[in-house]
């Protein structure tokens, strides 16, 4: 409850600035002194006023804060946020983001060795480890670092769609199976997840599935509302694949669907 009525403050004070310089949501979702007044009063009555949080959620916290401050923030704003005196987990994760933005390997795998070998068991630095790997064109080392983060939380659709793209990136016709595995997982996951899609229309490209390439790329298409590329893709889908085949019935869908007027189109018109 306090951290609403801390957020709610912070919103407030946009109040006073001019309206060019307002964030949006306090245009739309105004925020008063008497709503933070009486919500105030509500927190100071609930029995879960004085419940502390648990010292990892907190570092939690500190860690999402951290990580988004190196990414959001230029490399120099972030060193100077977090200083090498600060050795903790957070200010070490944030400057090998900033490292690694500034393609200061040097600086940044070791600093992101550091987090893994205190905590061995996180995924979220084995990710990072691998995604700076993979930008730098070292694709085959993150292949064990994705393998690794997938492992420690195989529900996790992203991590496992880095794996997936650095096994596709490589181009190894050993890796194609895997990496069509564990596309397939991630769109039953997450249907709507484009760069997924086109991975897999990718990987099934080089492994000889035209149809299930064209099927695969129906879909991406679709989520990109290019109905007559989408439309194109199902109708070579619809001829290569078995009938009846899921990727078939799907494909039909997908035509279906293209035939149908585009609510978005009427509004522009």
Do not use: C
């Not at 990414?71 to 490292?99: H, N």
């Not at 016709?173 to 039953?188: C, D, F, H, M, T």
């Amino acid at each position: 409850g306090r951290g609403l009525v801390s957020f709610l403050e912070i919103l407030g004070g946009q109040e006073a600035l001019q309206a060019a310089r307002q964030d949006p949501y306090v245009r739309t979702h105004p925020v008063t002194g008497e709503r933070i007044a009486a919500l105030s009063a509500v927190v100071e009555k609930s029995r879960f006023r004085d419940v502390k949080d648990k010292p990892e959620n907190v570092e939690r916290l500190a860690r999402v804060q951290a990580k988004l401050f190196g990414y959001m923030e230029s490399p120099g704003a972030t060193l100077q946020k977090y200083p090498l005196s600060d050795t903790g987990i957070p200010a070490r994760y944030a400057r090998a983001v900033a490292w690694y933005r500034q393609v200061d390997l040097g600086r940044a795998l070791p600093e992101i060795d550091s987090l893994i070998a205190e905590r061995p068991n996180d995924p979220y630095f084995r990710e990072q480890k691998a995604q700076i790997l993979f930008e730098n064109g070292r694709v085959r080392e993150a292949i064990p670092e994705s393998e690794a983060a997938m492992r420690l939380r195989p529900q996790d659709p992203l991590l496992r769609f880095a794996l997936a793209q650095a096994q596709v990136a490589l181009d190894d016709p050993a890796l194609l199976a895997p990496a069509i595995k564990n596309l397939e997982e991630v769109v039953r996951r997450d249907p709507e997840y484009g760069p997924a899609w086109l991975n897999l229309a990718i990987a099934h490209g080089r492994d000889g599935n035209r149809g299930m390439a064209a099927y695969a790329s129906a879909e991406r298409f679709m989520l990109e509302n290019n109905r007559r590329d989408a439309r194109g893709q199902a109708n070579v889908a619809l001829r290569l694949l078995p009938a009846g085949s899921p990727g078939w019935l799907r494909s039909q869908d997908i035509l279906i669907a293209t035939e149908k007027p585009d609510p978005d189109e009427r509004e522009r018109r």
